[in-house]
């Protein structure tokens, strides 16, 4: 156990919805990232919010936000989702911004119909 | 940028030696070793941070060539244990671009 929470573990929803996908990070951790995991694509790193800022960006469509708030959990949210959105999203957090372990949590399975 | 592993996958007995290889096109800050087994979450394996910098244990080491902007990942005297898929990621020195990583190496080890 990673200490890394995220929920909901599995989700289904058809296309054209929106989703929140959430992740409390480890005790003490003020960075968060957000990374998606597809079978061809390996892990495509989103976003990353230290302290409630965002710290840096990657592959992040329109449609996908997210956000560090004061209590230092964050919310991903994907809107007019696609069939290939379907993935497994992954949260990761560390103590610092850079340079620093970054501890997994065990990923939200987002299926789009 | 993602940065390029190679190979994509590797067969090993057990008790092999594997090499795997993480180059990126942008100048590193640092670089970070996960291993993932299917259906789980990515696991630390280690950080180098400074060029030519060597970290590890006996078993699994790895390597950082910061001239070169690249790592190498050396596992030897392979387990079963040892199999899963193995992420590099990497930070460069700009740091906008977070820790982005390759899209793995599977590896699979024989009894």
């Known amino acids: 156990d990673s200490g890394v929470t995220q929920t909901p573990k599995h989700l289904i929803t058809a296309t054209g919805q929106r989703v929140t996908l959430r992740c409390s990070p480890r005790?003490?951790?003020?960075?968060v990232y957000w990374y998606q995991q597809s079978l061809d694509q390996g892990l495509q790193f989103l976003i990353q919010?230290?302290?409630?800022?965002?710290?840096a960006k990657g592959n992040i469509l329109e449609r996908f936000s997210a956000q560090q708030f004061p209590d230092l959990h964050s919310e991903l949210n994907l809107s007019s989702l696609e069939l290939g959105d379907s993935a497994l999203y992954f949260c990761?957090?560390?103590?610092?911004?850079?340079?620093?372990?970054?501890?997994f949590g065990e990923g939200s399975w987002l299926t789009v119909v | 940028q993602q940065p390029v592993q190679s190979p994509q996958a590797v067969i090993l007995r057990e008790g092999e030696d594997a090499v795997i290889n993480c180059s990126s096109s942008k100048a590193l800050y640092s670089v970070h070793w996960y291993r993932q087994k299917h259906g789980e979450a990515p696991v630390f394996l280690m950080i180098l941070l400074k060029g030519g910098e060597q970290k590890g244990h006996e078993k699994i080491s790895a390597s950082f060539n910061e001239k070169k902007q690249q790592s190498s990942l050396y596992l030897t005297a392979s387990q079963l244990s040892y199999s899963g898929t193995y992420f590099c990621g990497t930070e460069n020195w700009g740091g906008a671009d977070g820790l982005t990583f390759g899209k793995g190496t599977h590896l699979i080890i024989q009894p």
């Open positions: 919010y230290y302290n409630g800022e965002e710290r």
């Open positions: 005790s003490g951790d003020l960075s």
């Open positions: 990761a957090s560390s103590v610092v911004d850079r340079a620093d372990t970054i501890y």
